[in-house]
């Protein structure tokens, strides 16, 4: 049974940093492509970032690119989502998810995924 658990969410003031975990069981975790996405009330889940195998190829959303970085370590079967200079619009659940297949799909939609931790959620305060 494949299970994605997050944590590290919370409140945090405009400016501020928060880093995410989701570390994974029931999966071959070196061999899955993990992603990052999050969904604001009202609003359609979006992506993130996402990252590679060895984490050699990692892909940021425009809207994060030079603030977040996402890591992974395959020994403790976890990826990380380094957040920084947060902002009121940062604000939301964040989850995490498995591509186990690679196909057609890109990266960045989350059709592409076929498993999903339940979420932590951020607030960012101004």
């Known amino acids: 049974q494949v299970q994605l658990i997050e944590s590290g969410g919370g409140l945090v003031q405009t400016g501020g940093s928060l880093k995410l975990s989701c570390t994974a069981s029931g999966v071959t975790f070196s061999r899955t492509v993990m992603g990052w996405f999050r969904q604001a009330p009202g609003k359609e889940r979006e992506f993130v970032a996402a990252?590679?195998?060895?984490?050699?190829?990692?892909m940021y959303a425009d809207s994060v690119k030079g603030r977040f970085a996402i890591s992974r370590d395959n020994t403790q079967n976890t990826v990380y989502l380094q957040m920084n200079s947060l902002k009121p619009d940062d604000t939301a659940e964040y989850y995490c998810a498995a591509r186990r297949n690679v196909g057609r799909i890109d990266t960045s939609s989350p059709q592409a995924y076929d498993r999903w931790g339940q979420g932590t959620q951020v607030t960012v305060s101004s």
């Open positions: 990252i590679g195998f060895s984490a050699e190829t990692t």
